[in-house]
Nanobody, 125 residues
Framework: QVQLVESGGGSVQAGGTLRLSCPGSGDTFSRYCLAWFRQAPGEEREGVAT???????TYADSVKGRFTISRDNAKNIPYLQMNSLKPEDTAMYYC???????????????????WGQGTQVTVSS
């Protein structure tokens, strides 16, 4: 059974950086699609970035060039490096795993079947 626990959220000023991590436990997920999502109050959950087992990644247009997703398969940890943060990046951030897919990772939340509890990111102007 895969379990995920996010950490690394916090409050920063615009232009700042944060690095989110999501150590997995209970099973190795080195072969699964992993993703980061975010949800602001009153908004739908949106995909931020995905990464396949081979390291190939995709990004939402709103974060391209600013965010980087990566994974340490030896440690079962996905990361989300967030640079040049903007107030509109403020949201609860979630990591997720699709244990039925290893490549061509989707960005829709319904595709993911294991979720962390979320970590809050707040960016002030």
């Amino acid at each position: 059974q895969v379990q995920l626990v996010e950490s690394g959220g916090g409050s920063v000023q615009a232009g700042g950086t944060l690095r989110l991590s999501c150590p997995g436990s209970g099973d190795t997920f080195s072969r699964y699609c992993l993703a980061w999502f975010r949800q602001a109050p009153g908004e739908e959950r949106e995909g931020v970035a995905t990464i396949a087992s081979d390291g190939s990644s995709t990004y939402a247009d709103s974060v391209k060039g600013r965010f980087t997703i990566s994974r340490d398969n030896a440690k079962n940890i996905p990361y989300l490096q967030m640079n040049s943060l903007k107030p509109e990046d403020t949201a609860m951030y979630y990591c997720a795993a699709d244990v039925y897919r290893v490549s061509r990772c989707g960005s829709r939340s319904y595709l993911y079947n294991v979720w962390g509890q979320g970590t809050q990111v707040t960016v002030s102007s």
